[in-house]
């Protein structure tokens, strides 16, 4: 299901108190008194891929063997859908190879992307055969467009997952696509992938387990870092099973920011094809206990928030613990100062397979790897040309030994014991009559989302998140597995689009499926 909310009017300012919500609205109150409208497709699932287009003026939706097209003003009036299932031969082959014929061997839409102009890219599980298409959209808001273009199928292989169950995590960036994925009909061979474009493919080590380790894919970003587009790197957010854990705890979620330079082109008698510049840290969010910290190690979603200083955005994490004592989630706040002196800290060193991972202590080869060959730092022109001692030590030594700490070094707002988990987060910055704030959407597992707002706590940039509101806006509780800020409908004021997974795929898929389309009330929220 897909919901839309137009949340009027500034928030209220008082004491701190984190828990409960100073209001909390049922989704029958939301739907008949606060303008929450919500959209079902016809006979289909799974609202993956959310693209929300303010110059046209739409929401497109990625769902089962379906791409549709809703208006932003009002979601469920005269929406567009358009067919997009797998051949009759793929579908075979898929339940050939064991695959759910009714469930899994069909085209779930994971990836949307505006592509130019004219044009959306689309990728699909294709029946375990991913595929992308071109969509065109076209120009006028006024006459919305949706037409797939068949005549130019792309291969989805390291775009889109093959398992309806993955998900996958993509940017698209000058007609070139960064995307975490599985690339493999087993999902074993976890890759970022750049691909599309004119220049050659670049993937990680494959089946390195210090590259990437089981990782989930969350969020990716583009974040330049000064006017020199050389220096311009893309940022993977994800978790995975921690490498550096000793054998004895057993495997632990740890969560993770990697990042890759864009204008690498791989090695040229090692690495070939494969990430010369590609690192990654931890990203650490817990809070100090007198038995010990509480760690928040299980990254569940990050929404990037532009700042006035543009090399500079913040990034608002959800995490919830993944250790059985206690249930809890939490809101880190980063800023990319943090991350990129993280990448610049002591690289992370293991002598041998009984060695425990320490900070190494030797000579870095020059260029420092993860550095991007750019005219800012001389001599080199491509990653082609770098020296073998660097993709040596680049390819041994993916990770950073110093973690990422939030800002403030604590969360900006907790829950536990709540009896939900954050599952999405968005983030807009409202002004106000003393400054500006940061409002966030936080979805859960419960089909609720909290409204919070940041408030500044003895000056910036420690700040302290203040729970406002609490908003069913799924009836049946289904999981928050999306969501879309559209600041620009009535700026400043935030719209928010989200959708639910079905519980149980086969039976809530279907009941969900078959309920009619549109339903709704209007209005706005004060
Ligand atoms: C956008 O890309 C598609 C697919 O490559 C192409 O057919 C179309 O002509 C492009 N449109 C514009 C406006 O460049």
Redesign the pocket.
Known sequence: MIAALVLLGTAVLGAASPSPPRLRFSFRELQAQHGLRTFRLPRTCCYEALLADEERGRLFVGAENHVASLSLDHIGKRPRKLAWPAPVEWREECNWAGKDIGTECMNFVKLLHA?????MLACGTGAFHPTCA?LEVGHRPEEPVLRL?LR?LEDGKGKSPYDPQHRAASVLVGGELYSGVAADLMGRDFTIFRSLGQRPSLRTEPHDSRWLNEPKFLKVFWIPESENPDDDKIYFFFRESAVEASPALGRRSVSRVGQICRNDLGGQRSLVNKWTTFLKARLACSVPGSEGDAHFDHLQDVFLLPSRDRWNPLLYAVFSASSGVFQGSAVCVYSMSDVRRAFLGPFAHKEGPTHQWVSYQGRVPYPRPGMCPSKTFGTFSSTKDFPDDVIQFARNHPLMYSSILPVGGRPLFLQVGAGYTFTQIAADRVAAADGHYDVLFIGTDTGSVLKVIAVPKGGRPSAEGLLLEELQVFEDSAAVTSMQISSKRAAPVPSAAWRGTPTAPGTGRRARASSPAPRGASGGKT
């Open positions: 592509y130019n102009r004219s044009h071109f273009d130019r």
